[in-house]
């Protein structure tokens, strides 16, 4: 028997939520089985949690980065398996709980524990009738020390900015969700983090701005982009950029389309597309669905589970090589705008992934455009968030839960791999000239 007492180890007890962080477990006897209980409460007293199941070496240790978990929430290698694999508890008021921090400036706490015998399910740790042998506590935030946070209420424009501690200029970057009212913050305070200046920008369901985002004016984006290009804290000689999901992105897209040249220096679209789906328009512009479009039959199917699934075939109208004019956002052709696309192969909303990126790449190649990347992830669901966050694979949408999709680990992966790239892309098309004519 070990005489040394068990502990957790941790490399940073604070840190950003997107980043890596090495977790190990130490003191324990020779191949002792364990299981790693993980679980965060949010503010909205929702629970989110994971196990791992692991055996010590002949040291008495288990190491995260190299040890695999023998089950539980996640198998094999994943340094980052207890936060990323996290699910929803079982014991949350609401089923289907997504992982979402409305207030990012306050840092949340995940509570790691320890037990002597393997664990299959989380809903058994509740119980408490395994041994638990050590704990420790890390602290998660998505605003790093000196982030400042500003609400926005300027002309249209309604939202909040996230600028970086120091001083000097940093690049801008609006940030925009998808089917969700008001703005989701913590994106752009994580990227506030990472450098830049960051509007979380609302476009529906708050304040004064429209009950939906079906029927919409592009010059409020253009508007918001001028404001944060703008701004004293921003530097924009090659303009401003856009990080967005779902129907952000395709906002995102439509206004790169229009604004004027130079103002929409890049454009991360996540799980968005170029057709019109609603009435937009910007000065004498004008777009709305084609006249295919309106003849997809749709269906929406609540299951026995009670969440809501979209079922479609959009093949024959959707990927055509040419776009009926005025139904889609012609983005390709603003080759000053750098453009990067991130799909997931299991999307539950959008079937057939991989044939939008055929249909964008072959859009950017016929203009000659000379800045664009693709990411795609065969088992990413529709909900790609930074790195670390866990899998929504069902998300509250105007009050239904809906069917997003995704499959862990290949998610999670996803995510780790994609948000740096993301960071990556944006900062070197915002501060240098290599992709620019």
Not at 115 to 141: A, G, N, W
Not at 333 to 361: I, S
Request: net charge neutral; with cysteine; glycine share 8%.
């Amino acid at each position: 028997m070990s005489d040394k007492k068990p502990r957790i180890c941790v490399n940073k007890d604070l840190s950003l939520a997107d980043q890596h962080i090495a977790i190990s477990i130490e003191g324990l006897n020779a191949f002792q089985r364990v299981s790693l209980y993980a679980k965060i409460i949010l503010p909205n007293k929702a629970a989110f949690e994971s196990i791992s199941n692991y055996i010590a070496d002949s040291s008495g240790r288990i190491c995260l980065q190299s040890d695999k978990s023998c089950g539980g929430t996640y198998e094999g290698v994943w340094p980052m398996g207890p936060l990323s694999s996290m699910v929803p508890s079982s014991t949350n008021e609401r089923k289907y709980e997504r992982f979402l921090i409305k207030d990012p400036m306050q840092p949340f706490t995940v509570h790691l524990q320890v037990y002597d015998t393997f664990i299959s399910e989380v809903d058994s740790v509740p119980q408490m009738k395994h041994k638990l042998l050590t704990q420790h506590d890390i602290t998660r935030t998505y605003a790093a020390p000196g982030v400042s946070e500003i609400e926005i209420w300027e002309g249209r424009i309604r939202g909040t900015l996230y600028i970086p501690c120091g001083s000097g200029k940093f690049p801008g970057v609006i940030s925009m969700s998808g089917g969700y009212p008001g703005a989701m913050k913590h994106k752009a305070a994580l990227l506030a983090s990472r450098g830049f200046v960051a509007l979380a920008l609302k476009f529906f369901g708050a304040d004064d701005l429209p009950g939906n985002f079906q029927q919409l004016d592009l010059g409020y984006f253009v508007e918001a982009a001028k404001f944060l290009k703008n701004h004293e804290r921003v530097t924009a000689s090659n303009g401003v950029g856009i990080i967005a999901n779902c129907s952000g992105a395709s906002l995102a897209l439509a206004t790169a389309s229009c604004a004027p040249h130079g103002l929409i220096g890049c454009v991360v679209a996540i799980s968005g597309w170029i057709h019109c789906f609603g009435h937009y328009w910007y000065e004498d512009q004008k777009w709305s669905p084609s006249s295919s479009m309106k003849k997809i039959k749709m269906t929406i199917e609540t299951n026995s589970d009670g969440i809501v699934e979209w079922r479609y075939d959009v093949a024959p109208i959707m990927f055509k090589e040419t776009p009926e004019e005025g139904s889609h956002f012609a983005f390709y052709k603003r080759l000053h705008t750098a453009y990067m696309f991130v799909y997931g192969g299991k999307d539950g909303y959008f079937p057939d992934t991989p044939e939008f990126v055929k249909m964008n790449k072959n859009l950017l190649i016929s203009a000659k455009h000379p800045a664009y990347k693709f990411l795609f992830y065969q088992d990413a669901g529709h909900l790609i968030e930074h790195a670390f966050s866990p899998l929504a694979k069902v998300a509250w949408t105007f009050h239904e839960p809906h069917f997003n999709g995704g499959a862990q680990p290949g998610h999670g992966l996803a995510q780790e791999d994609s948000w740096p790239k993301i960071l990556r892309f944006a900062y070197d098309n915002l501060t240098t000239n290599q992709n620019k004519l």
